[in-house]
């Protein structure tokens, strides 16, 4: 019974190592015959096969299992893809780009786009600077540009005309009861400038020269204006408009007047806001500012004061607020500007002396031909002082208008 059982067990032992082998020349031939039939198969395809993200995953992670001798025997492609293979898993692994922000400048947010439209269809009048100046002042940092865009996705025409025709639509309806008129000038032989008044129909296109001079001035305009009224036919012109085109001189006087209907900040904790804001230049030709008078600067000012008088009250600000005026000797122009500062206190670095007769700061921008310019026979004088002056020049303060405008005083 003993010796039966020893034999029994001796026997499996030594048979164990031969069934390891036998496993093994089984494995073999097994893959043999996979091969084999994988080769056949693939005989009979009549395009590549493609693989899928699963088949791809199995044959890159069996690869770290056999050596790199043997990729091209045992795999189905070539070691380069196998590796791309492997590469495009690992990156896709660490890919995070769904997680980023969206690149570029952020969306405008819905507030803000209903707070522009509503501002825009409960005031006609305001363009897109006044509309952005009115957000910057309720916390909503935006550009005039973005505010553009959002009033033009939404349909909504430029201020002061919102749903009316164009300038083009008008021009075409009215073409032939309208007549534009402008002043050309001429230099003559003896270098002598005069100026020649034309006036052009809009609906044939033929133009009219009325009259040369070399001093144009505003009540010859209007005659000429009657003498072509009296030669055209009355019965084809009998309702004549003319349009008369303004010169920089006309305009100077629209900018100060449109500096109320601009962005207004009143930021005391940041007076930097405030100058980048509220700062405005103004100038003219100097060929036109003999057709400018004091008294119509002045009254253009002082209208522009009182109006950012009563929009600073509407806008509810109290506090200490000043409109100031100065003229800019170096740069030609004029410049205005609006702070909550009271007048011994804006915000210059030189000294200057403040005013309430703007007169003399608008009669000295007039008074003066060209910005920075010495005469040649001044020239000599200069030289002298210059050398017999050991010290700088002693830099005499500017004048400034000033008006109140804000509710305490």
Partial sequence: MIVSLVYQVARKLLAFPALLLGRDAAKDAELLVL???????????????????????????????????????????????????????????????????????????????????????????????????????????????TVWEILTAAGIDPAPRRGGPTWREFLTAQ?????????LYVDLIDLR??????????????????????????????????????????????????????????????????????????????????????TWSLGTADEDKSSLSVADVVAAFERTAAAIRERIRSLGFSGVATFYVWHDKQAGQLRCSTGSVPPDTLPFRGSYVASDDLGPVVDGFLAESEPGFIAWSDLDDAQGLSEQTETEPEIRPFGVWVSSVGTSH
Wanted: glycine letters at 4%; aromatic letters at 8%; proline letters at 7%.
């Fill in 175 to 183: 073409a032939e009861s309208i007549i534009a008129c402008d002043f």
């Fill in 193 to 278: 400038r005069v100026y020649a008044l034309v006036f052009l129909e809009h609906d044939t296109r033929r133009l009219h020269i009325a009259g040369v001079t070399a001093h144009p001035t505003g009540p010859w305009a209007v005659q000429q204006a009657r003498n072509l009224a009296i030669e055209l036919d009355p019965v084809s012109f009998g309702g004549l408009r003319i349009e008369l085109c303004r010169d920089t001189a006309v305009v100077l006087l629209t900018w100060i007047a449109e500096v109320a209907d601009e962005p207004l900040v009143l930021e005391p904790a940041d007076r930097r806001v405030e100058w980048e804001t509220n």
């Fill in 35 to 145: 091969r084999h039939e994988n080769a056949v198969l693939r005989r009979q395809l009549t395009r590549p096969v493609r693989h899928e993200p699963a088949d791809r995953l199995w044959f890159a992670a069996l690869s770290s299992l056999i050596p790199r001798c043997r990729w091209a025997n045992a795999f189905p492609v070539t070691p380069a893809t196998l590796l791309a293979w492997h590469r495009r898993l690992i990156a896709r692994k660490w890919d995070y780009s769904k997680r980023r922000a969206r690149p570029g400048r952020p969306l405008t947010a819905r507030v803000v786009k209903a707070l522009v439209l509503r501002l825009a269809k409960e005031n006609p009048r305001w363009g897109c600077r006044r509309i952005q100046g009115e957000l910057i002042r309720l916390g909503h940092p935006v550009g005039s540009t």
